[in-house]
């Protein structure tokens, strides 16, 4: 209501942004033959393949393979030594998206059948979309192009969030998107932020060389697991010599005669303060959903409390052909809350989850039974010398419905499909249990 639908539709669908959720959008509707304009306004791939899970992954394998040599006695072997340089080390890292890059491609994606456009896009109309084109290097051409469509696909991706604490400007700082621009390693690095991006990088950095100090305003890192998952984590990085400072809150930073200073304040012991000396930051505080500049305002479009796009369970907007996927929807970044879903942590002991865990089913009200498996008794991990960490299961009382899955411990990443599958093979539909009787044998 309120807007003149154009004469005809250049296309069935157009997705603004190429990232995880605008990829996969955009090639499972050329896939169903409907005609797809992919808009990209920077890099193919999003944020997965330049700054996030590609780049820390590759980070991580590094750090872990240094990490082993130093412990080789435990596998039988007198002595093993490495040397390497930092900047073969992220080499290394660009090197990994640059064998990757083509699976997500202009050339590839075009191939498929999906019309790829290079610019900055701007939802004029519901059904119009303007484009502000871009050469493949990134520079604006000058030319603009509007494309009318049926229906329009958000997929904007998130970016890091940088709080505005006194001072952060004058220390300089490195995020998510920008640490892979290193070349020297510093020998004291500071990391803002106890979620999954800093416990990953700070872990990664420490083996690596660098002094870490990691600082997280809550009273425990890896808020949004359990937490007794997350001081498994907690009690590994203090074994390995990385000094977590939580309950500080980052209040100021200085600069004193070239010299670099966190103040912090103790929110356990009465606001006292701290300081804390560095050489680089990383600041790790999370990502906000990029919801500006392309349109949004003009259709009023509404955002929810957590500053991400406000849709429905089918991810429609308050416009009906227009959908918001991935990081910009919300409301947990790099996952959709849906109760099959896993998500990981990549540090050393891995955390995986599916479904609730006590604190989630606690805070909803919903009863639960756990039941708690230790893998310093699995044969396997013994053998690899990794018998630590749990499989941690709940249930719906009296039953064996699982609610939940939180393992902790050597791949646990892998382990949890199988916890996935079991979920999935009994999820009820139409009010009834569906039953996979391969997946039931399997299991």
């Known amino acids: 209501?309120?807007?003149?639908?154009?004469?005809?539709?250049?296309?069935?669908?157009?997705?603004?942004?190429?990232g995880s959720a605008g990829l996969v959008s955009s090639l499972i509707a050329a896939a169903v033959k409907a005609e797809v304009?992919?808009?990209?306004?920077?890099?193919?791939?999003?944020?997965?393949?330049?700054?996030?899970?590609v780049p820390s992954k590759a980070l991580i394998k590094t750090a872990k393979l240094v990490q082993t040599s130093k412990h080789a006695s435990k596998y039988g072997i007198t002595d093993m030594t490495t040397n390497f340089k930092f900047a073969d080390v992220m080499d290394r890292v660009h090197r990994v998206i640059k064998t990757i890059e083509p699976h997500d491609s202009v050339e590839r994606y075009q191939d498929m059948g999906v019309d790829v456009?290079?610019?900055q896009a701007t939802i004029k109309?519901?059904?119009e979309v303007?484009?502000?084109?871009?050469?493949?290097h990134g520079n604006d051409t000058g030319e603009t192009r509007t494309i009318t469509t049926r229906n329009i696909v958000i997929a904007t991706g998130a970016q890091p969030l940088v709080p505005p604490i006194p001072g952060i400007e004058d220390v300089g700082y490195l995020t998510s998107d920008t640490i892979w621009n290193m070349r020297e390693l510093p020998p004291r690095m500071l990391v803002l932020g106890g979620g999954p991006i800093g416990c990953e990088l700070a872990q990664s950095f420490h083996r690596l060389g660098s002094q870490v100090t990691q600082v997280e305003m809550a009273p425990?890192?890896?808020?949004?697991?359990?937490?007794?998952i997350a001081d498994m984590v907690l009690e590994q990085f203090r074994a390995d010599g990385i000094d977590v400072r939580v309950n500080h809150k980052a209040t100021r930073f200085e600069v004193r005669e070239g010299r670099k200073f966190l103040?912090?304040?103790?929110?356990?012991?009465?606001?006292?303060?701290?300081?804390?000396?560095f050489d680089q930051m990383l600041c790790a505080l999370g990502r906000s959903a990029r919801i500006k500049g392309f349109g949004m305002e003009t259709l009023e479009i509404p955002v929810s409390a957590r500053r991400t796009v406000e849709v429905n369970e089918f991810l429609q907007t308050n416009y009906p052909n227009i959908y918001a996927a991935g990081d910009v929807a919300g409301p947990y970044q790099f996952r959709v809350d849906y109760s099959v879903i896993p998500w990981a942590t990549f540090t050393e002991p891995e955390v995986a989850r599916v479904g609730l865990n006590e604190t989630d089913a606690k805070e909803k009200g919903i009863d639960y039974e756990v039941t708690v498996?230790?893998?310093?008794?699995?044969d396997r991990a013994i053998a690899d010398e990794v018998a630590h960490g749990v499989v941690k299961v709940l249930t719906v009382p009296g039953k064996d419905t699982i609610l939940g899955v939180t393992i902790v411990g050597e791949h646990a990443g892998d382990l949890i499909a199988e916890y996935v599958l079991s979920r999935t093979s009994s999820r009820p539909v139409n009010g009834k249990r569906r039953i996979n009787r391969k997946s039931c044998c399997r299991m």
């Open 1 to 18: 209501e309120g807007w003149t639908r154009p004469d005809h539709y250049d296309r069935d669908l157009v997705v603004i942004g190429a």
């Open 37 to 53: 304009t992919l808009i990209e306004g920077h890099k193919m791939g999003g944020d997965c393949l330049n700054y996030g899970c």
């Open 117 to 119: 456009v290079l610019g």
């Open 125 to 127: 109309t519901p059904w």
């Open 130 to 136: 303007e484009v502000a084109l871009r050469d493949e």
């Open 220 to 228: 425990r890192i890896m808020g949004r697991e359990d937490p007794e």
């Open 263 to 277: 103040i912090a304040e103790r929110t356990d012991k009465e606001g006292e303060l701290v300081e804390i000396e």
């Open 373 to 378: 498996y230790g893998i310093d008794d699995l």
